[in-house]
């Protein structure tokens, strides 16, 4: 889940938990273009603040327009915007969208403070709604699942619902981390050596001094995971990206400027890897932005990262020119 909606689930806690009344908001279907995809949320309090998003702004207006005007809400409702093209530009919608709403009233009894607890220990959680008497029941979920709703129930994802591996604990990986931790992925971080574990003090990730070809392979990666290798140590890196291309990983990548990566290219032949599994490294790791500092060389492999997640053609290709020390390039490092 994106970090914007972990923020909604904590406000409305502390709204419940001072006894505030408030209403959460959820996109439960788009048509054409959305400015929020399904699943964002947005809670409103009885005072009207709002945190949270489900639009560009105008929809955000007419709901608590809405909920002032409504009373107290005791059952949760559907609502609709946009569905004519007069509405989608009365209330902003892009290209003649359509967005269907849940809009659900909150208590003691919504279970949002379990909720937080189990995202807290990392859990991916299914929350479903009873859309005619407002009960609510938690239970876990599948990596692959998405939001569901019939005529009586509304059933909703939240948690990290993708895996990051990252090899080292640099300060590449300190910056790859905490940015990852925010698109929705719960990140763990392979470090072998005490120098670099002891000074790590990343909230919210795993960290753990087993070797990386252990690590990998214990993690039983699927079709929802990413390995990304940044000790610059061969035999620390080698063996993770050993065991990460055979497995069904969306994305195994590795630091290092063109020259390295096609020496790592040749050493990995030598090993059980195939030349169709070293075809699948990223290395260089991330797209050319030109980056330089760890911050921006974390954007560059999380860009690289999404674009290949959503299927964009050439995702991670860097320019014909090599990258050198003057432009930079996360893949240009040595």
């Given at each position: 889940?994106?970090?914007?909606?972990?923020?909604?689930?904590?406000?409305?806690?502390?709204?419940?938990?001072?006894?505030?009344?408030?209403?959460?908001?959820?996109?439960?279907?788009?048509?054409?273009?959305?400015?929020?995809?399904?699943?964002?949320?947005?809670?409103?309090?009885g005072?009207?603040?709002?945190?949270?998003?489900?639009?560009?702004?105008?929809?955000?207006?007419?709901?608590?327009?809405?909920?002032?005007?409504?009373?107290?809400?005791?059952?949760?409702?559907?609502?609709?915007y946009?569905?004519?093209?007069?509405?989608a530009?009365?209330?902003?919608?892009?290209?003649?969208?359509?967005?269907e709403?849940?809009?659900?009233?909150?208590?003691?009894?919504?279970?949002?403070?379990?909720?937080?607890?189990r995202?807290?220990?990392?859990?991916?959680?299914?929350?479903?709604l009873?859309?005619?008497?407002?009960?609510?029941?938690?239970?876990?979920?599948?990596?692959?699942?998405?939001?569901?709703?019939?005529?009586?129930?509304?059933?909703?994802?939240?948690?990290?619902?993708?895996?990051?591996?990252?090899?080292?604990?640099?300060p590449?990986?300190?910056?790859?981390?905490?940015?990852?931790?925010?698109?929705?992925?719960?990140?763990?971080?392979?470090?072998?050596?005490?120098?670099?574990?002891?000074?790590?003090?990343?909230?919210?990730?795993?960290?753990?001094?087993?070797?990386?070809?252990?690590?990998?392979?214990?993690?039983?990666?699927?079709?929802?995971?990413?390995?990304?290798?940044?000790?610059?140590?061969?035999?620390?890196?080698?063996?993770?990206?050993?065991?990460?291309?055979?497995?069904?990983?969306?994305?195994?990548?590795?630091?290092?400027?063109?020259?390295?990566?096609?020496?790592?290219?040749?050493?990995?032949?030598?090993?059980?890897?195939?030349?169709?599994?070293?075809?699948?490294?990223?290395?260089?790791?991330?797209?050319?932005?030109?980056?330089?500092t760890?911050?921006?060389?974390?954007?560059?492999?999380?860009?690289?990262?999404?674009?290949?997640?959503?299927?964009?053609?050439?995702?991670?290709?860097?320019?014909?020119?090599?990258?050198?020390?003057?432009?930079?390039?996360?893949?240009?490092?040595?």
């Amino acid at each position: 889940m994106d970090n914007i909606d972990l923020d909604v689930l904590k406000t409305s806690a502390s709204w419940i938990f001072a006894g505030q009344r408030c209403d959460l908001v959820t996109v439960i279907k788009t048509w054409g273009s959305s400015p929020r995809p399904i699943g964002a949320l947005l809670a409103i309090s009885g005072d009207g603040r709002v945190v949270g998003s489900v639009s560009g702004g105008c929809i955000e207006d007419d709901l608590i327009e809405r909920m002032r005007g409504q009373g107290v809400r005791t059952i949760p409702e559907i609502v609709r915007y946009g569905a004519s093209a007069d509405e989608a530009r009365r209330f902003g919608l892009p290209c003649g969208g359509t967005i269907e709403l849940a809009i659900e009233p909150l208590s003691q009894h919504s279970r949002i403070a379990e909720l937080l607890q189990r995202l807290e220990r990392g859990e991916l959680v299914e929350r479903s709604l009873d859309l005619h008497t407002g009960a609510v029941t938690l239970g876990p979920a599948q990596a692959d699942a998405a939001l569901r709703i019939s005529a009586s129930v509304l059933t909703t994802l939240h948690g990290p619902r993708w895996r990051l591996l990252i090899i080292g604990a640099g300060p590449i990986s300190r910056c790859l981390a905490q940015i990852a931790g925010a698109m929705d992925y719960r990140v763990s971080v392979c470090e072998p050596r005490e120098e670099y574990r002891s000074g790590w003090q990343i909230g919210g990730v795993d960290l753990v001094s087993e070797m990386p070809d252990d690590f990998v392979l214990a993690a039983k990666l699927d079709r929802r995971s990413a390995v990304v290798a940044l000790t610059h140590d061969p035999k620390l890196d080698d063996l993770a990206l050993m065991e990460a291309l055979k497995s069904d990983a969306f994305y195994v990548g590795a630091l290092g400027s063109r020259a390295n990566n096609a020496k790592r290219r040749e050493r990995l032949l030598e090993f059980d890897v195939s030349a169709q599994q070293v075809a699948r490294l990223h290395g260089p790791i991330g797209l050319y932005i030109g980056s330089k500092t760890p911050a921006e060389i974390a954007i560059s492999i999380l860009a690289g990262m999404t674009a290949v997640k959503n299927g964009v053609a050439g995702a991670g290709n860097f320019p014909t020119r090599a990258p050198t020390p003057e432009n930079g390039a996360a893949g240009g490092l040595a």
